[in-house]
Structure formats: structure tokens, C-alpha cells
């Protein structure tokens, strides 16, 4: 009965994401139609940029895979969209046209930026846009904390989902986050195991029984013979065999004897579990009359090895007249042990059983006990109230199992697993409140903030107080959030930034991939890759924790070490797998930029890669990613040792330089990385590099200039304003689950300079981030008519 309510509840479910998925495609919408722009391209923007960009940005030449000169007019060029918000950003950046040309003059800067600002922003006014967030289902880690949280059973997505796709550097971006078939068959399976974890089903249990033949059990009694099924045992000694237990609990344990006697005692036997006597008897059985033995005893769940032990060995001398014969030997005959359990065949209730059903479901008020239960359950699980057309979807669920001599108890995990299959339950849903008013912005409701907050801070839903000042509608009152942001903070359940959000900014989640040539890096080891990345993390988790600097993270004068990542680094002092902070002294390490997790990601498996490093740190620390190489460009070839063939590593990469499509890119970006030479593939500090001396310096294209990884380091500080900007894009990427559009850049903007006007506290950047209008509102789908 129980198999076919199942069965029928997968057709259900599957219908219900047919029809749900409808409804999301057509919240998709299709893409927007631009409209005209102002005048201005052909009398000041064509002018503008013959004089200043193409003569490298042309059809022929296009550096930087860039072509400024491919339009015939101003309605032509206002449709490349995308192209202007790129030119906008390098002008504001002032990386183009680059230095060793002639720079505009003022005017001509204030004449060429309106319109290319407009034409960026599609032909529109620039306004307060949002944006808007696509349907997200939920990852793998939001999946399983939500689970944890709602229901106390710790359900592995790792190993039973497959892998989320990631955009934008993280895996919680809603464009990305598909459903194929074979995940929606999953999330049903998991679904089952998971109701089945978390409730009972409310029948008396039925108890295990096993009977072991001693002839066929382990012996380790050096004197012992079989006769038969049964065994004679002339030594102290053991027989076992293994035995899973279900659960905690007590059971009985009986075995078959009888014993030959000798000298003054009878034979001894212990009844015994991992080897422990849990119990002793003295088996009176003798002269042939075999005898039942039993006894109670409480064991833990599990795999154990149960059986009986002969505890007292005995040869009586010869009397004297038969001083030619043998003397009398105690033995111990075992004809068989069972193992028969629990004695306890009462129902059971796990502790998410009663946090579900805290009343009798079976009760003169039962209706009114599974209502309220399922009501809680499901609007915990909706992260909303659950409507009434809901509960009762849920309630003739129950019904239908009792129609079929279902328990209650059966019945709830019918409903259990229905809320578990519903769209509402998987995916975070923000439906437009007037779907007919096309484009324009509504603020989300609060159990909408709510969800927003916990998942951007805990990867799970809200706790109690979250839902009950959503539920009043207080969260979204000023001050509120914010409030609620800082407590949520100081929650355990924030080191989900941790793991979620350090780990894929920082990319140190690539370590558990990477493999360093063993030949040349053999004491890397599995020790050593977990001792690297739980360093970083626990730098990150400082900086939130205590609330300090966020530019820690590119220059601290301490950082957290175990003895093997310490003698790794070559620091003395350190003892023991316990990590501890560390002050540092010599100025080569501190920061994540000399973190060994960062510049193992960031190197080949035979040699560091100043390329990788440097596009590393413009990506993830300047938030100035460089343009895809082209694809005829060869890739530099190293010899069997490592090294880059014709001339050092930096020679053959000057020589790379030259290529003028190269060039304009690795000017900045081999820089960068070859400021990090010092360390080798793994982290080692390093004067050497294959006979030759290591030149750690760097010459930007903006004329600063540095010497190794720490004056690097205060370069990048120099520029904090760029990586202050460059975290709290990535930061608010992570929170919205959406890549950043043109329009956020005055978002991202403001947060910086909040952050920086607070002393760059870590607290500062996630309140301007939760304040902001994309984290609190949402534009409405601009098709929508």
C-alpha cells in the first residue's frame, strides 16, 4: 500500500514541475527591446574615439578583441550594448587609451562620457535599477542545511547529488542552477530516505533473531574441539561471530552448555560483546543433561562480535595410586548462541519524530494535531505561511494512507515527502506581487528578506526569530535587517561564509583537484592540501568573527598554522595538528596572497604560472578581469624538469609580451604574478629557480613599480579602493545569486564607500549590502504586459 502511494505521489510530483516550470519560463520573459538614443555619437563620440582609440580598436587590428569603428550610425552602434559598458568601464578606469598614448583633455572626457554612459545603459536614462533575480533553485550545501534545520537528519547531497553548475565564480547563481531529470529523480529518493529518517512509521518493531552453531563460530581457545554443531572448549578462551545490531537497546543473549566438571568449581561462562564480559554464569549442566543459559544485556547499535567465553581452565592431578593415567579436565561444551532484540518492540519516536509531531497523532484529537504539525512544517519549509489550498493538499494525503491501513505515522511521510518535492520547498521563489506592471520596481515582502538574509549568511533558512519578525512584518522596518544581519553574524552558522563564499572567491575549493608533480613536490600530501586551505579559512573566519579590516585579508602580520603547515613555510616553533595563530616576523607571509592554498590553485602542476597568478589577482582581489586570450596563441612548453624551454621563465614570457595581441593584457597581468615568484608551486619560499636568481619585481603599466610579495602587497593596498570595490561586487554576487549587471556599478559603488568610511569593517560591507535597493528589492520582468 505504503509502495503505491508513493508511486502515485511521484507522478504527482513530476506533474507538479511540469506545470511549475511553465509558469518560471514564462516569468523568464524574453529579452528586452532597446530603444533610440540620444544625438551625439556622430558629432562627439566618432571624433572622440578616431583620435583615441582606433587606431589599435579597428577592423583589422582589434586589440583586445575590441572593434570601435564597425558602425555605420548612431542607431547601429546604440544596439552593442554590452561593447559600451565595457568602453565606460575602461575610460572610468582610465585604462584606456592606455598611458604611453596621449591622454583626452577634460572637456573632451565630459563631451564622450554622457552618451557613452547612456548608450551603455541601453538607450534609457540612467535609473535605480535592482535588478532581477531568476528562480533559484537550491544548491547542494543550501539543500542539506536546510534538511539539517528542519528536520535534525543530516542528509549527504556531496555524495548523493551531482555537482552544481557555477557562474559568476560561485554555485548559488540562479541563471545556472538547472534541474535535469536525472537530479529531479534524486531529490524524489532523498526525499523518501529522509521522511523515513525523520518519522517513524508507528508499528511495534520487529526484533532481530540469530542463531550461531558453535562448530561455525571463531575460537580462540588454544584446546578445543568440534563435535559436531557443537563444541568442546578444554582453554580459556573465545567463541564470537558478527552480529549488527539495529539500534541501542537491550537484548537477549542465550547459548546451549553443558560442562565436564574438575577440582572444586563448576565451569565458568561469560556472555560477552567486543570482547567484554557482560555477564558470568556457572553452568551447573553436567553428566550429560545440556542446558539453556541466558542473559539481558544492553547494547549500542552497530556491527559487534557477540558470544560466550570458558573463563576458568582446570586439570586435577592423578591421584596417587593412578599416578600413569590422566587427571580430570573442566570443559565447557557450547551447542549453540542466539542473539534475539530489542526486547523493546514499542514504536519509535527519533527527536525529529517529536520535533514534527509533538502531540499523539493517534489521539481523541488527532485532526487537529496533524493540521497544526503540518502547517509548521510546511510554511518552515516554504519559508512563508503555508496557504490553506496547501494544507489541505497535504492533509488528504494522510487520508489516503489511512484509507489504505496506513499508520498516521506512514501517513505524514507522505506529506513529508510531497512538501520535500513541491517547487516551493526547492526553489527560493520571489513571484511578482502585479505581474501585469511591466519594469517597474516593488520591494520584496519579508519573508522574502528573510530567506535573502539566512541564505546569504547561513546558507539555510531563518531561525525563529527571523520567521516571527517576518510573520509581523517588522523585518523589513528600518534598522531591523541590519539588526538582524549583525546577530545572525555572530551565529556558528555564519562560517557558512566560510565554506560557500571564501572558498569560491578565494578559489581554494579548487585544492581538493589540484596535483603537484610528485616528482618535484613529494611531500604534498592530503595532510598538507587540508592544512593549506584550513589556513585561509581561518584567517577569513577572523576577519568576520572579531569584525576587523577586510585588507587583512591582503596584509595581516599574523596567520593561523599547524606544525606541518609551519615547517612547510620553514616557521620554527609550531607543534602539533592543532592550528594556532602566529605572528610573523620576516614580512614574506601574510595575507592571502602568500596563503600556499592560493598560489597552489594559481600554478601548474610542474611549476608556478606568473600568468595564472597575475590574472588571479585581477580577478578576484581588483575585480578587473582580463579579456579571453585569443586562440592561436601557443601556451609556453617546459622540459622535464619544470622549466620553460629557451631562456628563464620570465625571458620566455617577455618574449610572449611582443606579440602585439598579448601585450595590452600581460603587461599588467605577468607583473603581478611574477611579484609572487618567490613562492614556489606549492608555497615554498624560494631565492632560486633552477640555477637562476629569482627576479621578483614588477613594472605596471601605470608606472608604480615593486620588488617581491611584500612590496607588492603595498601596492595593492595602495589601491584599496579597487579591491574594496572588487569584494563587495563579489560579495554581492554571492547574496543576490545573480551576475552583476551595468546598472549595479552605482550599487556596488556606494557599498564600497561605506565600507571604507567605516575603517573597511567586515560588518560595515554585509550591513551596506543587506541596506542595498538590489538585496531588498526586485524589478518586475519588463515583458510582462
Known amino acids: 500500500m505504503l509502495q503505491k502511494s508513493s508511486q502515485d505521489l511521484r507522478f504527482l510530483s513530476l506533474g507538479w514541475f511540469v506545470a511549475f516550470l511553465g509558469l518560471a519560463i514564462a516569468e523568464a520573459g524574453e529579452p528586452e527591446t ?92 540612467e535609473a535605480q535599477d535592482p535588478g532581477r533575480v531568476t528562480l533559484r533553485r537550491l544548491n547542494r550545501i543550501e539543500y542539506r542545511n536546510t534538511i539539517r534545520d528542519l528536520l535534525g537528519v543530516d542528509y549527504d547531497t556531496q555524495a548523493n547529488f551531482p555537482s552544481d553548475d557555477v557562474g559568476y565564480g560561485f554555485d548559488n547563481i540562479g541563471d545556472v542552477l538547472s534541474l535535469p531529470p536525472i537530479l529531479l529523480e534524486k531529490y524524489l529518493s532523498a526525499a523518501e530516505e529522509i521522511a523515513a529518517k525523520a518519522v517513524g512509521d508507528g508499528r511495534p518493531l520487529k526484533p532481530d533473531y540469530k542463531r550461531f552453531d558453535a562448530a561455525d563460530m571463531e575460537c580462540t581457545s588454544s584446546k578445543n574441539e568440534k563435535k559436531g554443531p557443537k563444541r568442546w572448549l578444554s582453554s580459556r578462551g573465545e567463541l564470537h561471530a558478527k552480529f549488527h545490531f539495529r539500534e541501542d537497546g537491550t537484548y537477549l543473549l542465550s547459548a546451549r552448555c553443558l560442562a565436564e566438571r574438575a577440582g572444586n568449581e563448576l565451569a565458568k561462562m561469560s556472555f560477552q560483546v567486543d570482547g567484554m564480559d557482560l555477564q558470568t554464569v556457572e553452568v551447573d549442566a553436567v553428566d550429560g543433561a545440556i542446558k539453556l543459559y541466558q542473559a539481558r544485556v544492553k547494547v549500542s547499535a552497530g556491527e559487534r562480535r557477540v558470544g560466550v567465553a570458558f573463563l576458568n581452565e582446570f586439570e586435577a592431578p592423578p591421584a596417587p595410586e593412578k599416578k600413569d593415567e590422566k587427571g580430570t579436565v573442566r570443559k565447557l561444551l557450547v551447542e549453540w548462541v542466539e542473539v534475539d532484540g530489542p526486547l523493546d518492540t514499542r514504536a519509535r519516536s527519533s527527536p525529529s519524530h517529536l520535533r514534527l509531531l509533538s502531540c499523539d497523532p493517534r489521539g481523541p484529537e488527532k485532526d487537529a494535531c496533524l493540521r497544526k504539525s503540518l502547517e509548521v ?28 491501513d496506513l499508520t498516521p505515522e506512514e501517513g505524514v511521510r507522505l506529506a513529508i515527502v510531497a512538501v520535500l518535492m ?17 519594469g517597474s520596481v516593488h520591494a520584496l515582502n519579508d519573508f522574502e528578506l528573510a530567506s535573502r538574509l539566512s541564505y546569504f549568511l547561513w546558507q539555510a533558512p531563518g531561525d ?16 531591523t535587517l541590519a539588526a538582524q544581519a549583525l546577530r545572525m553574524l555572530r551565529d556558528p552558522r555564519a562560517s557558512a561564509l566560510t565554506e560557500s563564499f571564501c572558498g569560491q572567491w578565494l578559489t581554494i575549493r579548487n585544492l581538493a583537484t589540484v596535483t603537484p608533480d610528485p616528482a618535484r613536490f613529494p611531500g604534498f600530501d592530503d595532510e598538507l592540501r587540508n592544512a593549506m586551505r584550513r589556513e585561509t579559512e581561518l584567517c577569513f573566519e577572523l576577519v568576520v568573527q572579531e569584525d576587523r579590516s577586510v585588507l587583512e585579508l591582503l596584509d595581516a602580520p599574523y596567520t593561523f598554522l599547524n606544525e606541518r603547515l609551519a615547517k612547510h613555510y620553514g616557521i620554527p616553533g609550531v607543534e602539533g595538528k592543532e592550528f594556532r595563530r602566529v605572528e610573523l616576523v620576516d614580512g614574506r607571509r601574510g595575507g592571502v596572497l602568500t596563503h600556499a592554498s592560493v598560489l597552489t590553485v594559481t600554478s601548474n602542476p610542474t611549476r608556478t604560472s606568473p600568468v595564472t597568478r597575475g590574472k588571479w589577482v ?30 628563464t621563465l620570465r625571458e620566455r614570457m617577455e618574449q610572449h609580451r611582443r606579440d602585439p595581441n598579448c601585450g595590452s593584457c600581460h603587461a599588467k597581468m605577468d607583473a603581478l604574478g611574477f611579484g609572487l615568484e618567490n613562492f614556489d608551486a606549492v608555497g615554498v619560499w624560494r631565492e632560486m629557480d633552477g640555477g637562476a636568481q629569482i627576479d621578483a619585481s614588477g613594472d605596471l603599466p601605470d608606472g608604480r613599480k615593486f620588488q617581491g610579495p611584500s612590496e607588492l602587497k603595498r601596492v595593492l593596498l595602495g589601491d584599496e579602493a579597487s579591491f574594496t570595490r572588487a569584494l563587495a561586487e563579489k560579495l554581492l554576487t554571492f547574496a543576490l545569486g545573480r551576475g552583476m549587471e551595468y546598472s549595479d556599478r552605482r550599487f556596488v559603488a556606494s557599498i564600497s564607500e561605506r565600507v571604507r568610511a567605516s575603517g573597511h569593517k567586515f560588518s560595515s560591507l554585509v550591513l551596506a549590502i543587506v541596506e542595498s535597493a538590489p538585496f531588498r528589492e526586485q524589478r518586475r520582468d519588463r515583458t510582462r504586459q
Open 618 to 647: 585581477l580577478e578576484q582581489i581588483l575585480g578587473t578581469p582580463p579579456p579571453p586570450p585569443p586562440g592561436n596563441v601557443p601556451e609556453l612548453k617546459d622540459d622535464a624538469a619544470g622549466q620553460t624551454l629557451t631562456g
Open 422 to 438: 513541491s517547487p516551493q520547498f526547492l526553489f527560493r521563489v520571489e513571484l511578482d506581487p502585479d505581474p501585469a506592471n511591466a
Open 377 to 404: 512544517f510546511a510554511s518552515r519549509a516554504y519559508r512563508r505561511p503555508v496557504t490553506s489550498e496547501e494544507l489541505e493538499h497535504l492533509l488528504s494525503l494522510i487520508r489516503v494512507a489511512e484509507a489504505e
Open 34 to 125: 532597446l530603444v533610440d538614443v540620444k544625438k551625439g555619437f556622430t558629432e562627439v563620440v566618432v571624433p572622440f574615439l578616431a583620435k583615441h582609440c582606433t587606431a589599435c580598436h579597428n577592423s583589422e587590428q582589434k586589440k583586445g578583441d575590441l572593434t570601435l569603428d564597425q558602425f555605420k550610425d548612431e542607431a547601429e552602434a546604440v544596439k552593442a550594448v554590452r561593447l559600451w559598458q565595457d568602453v565606460v568601464s575602461r575610460v572610468e578606469a582610465r585604462e584606456m587609451p592606455p598611458r604611453s598614448r596621449p591622454q583626452p583633455m577634460a572637456e573632451e572626457w565630459n563631451a564622450a562620457l554622457p552618451w557613452l554612459k547612456h548608450a551603455a545603459a541601453g538607450g534609457k536614462a
Open 464 to 479: 525563529d526569530e527571523l520567521f516571527r519578525l517576518a510573520s509581523k512584518s517588522e523585518l523589513s522596518k528600518e534598522g
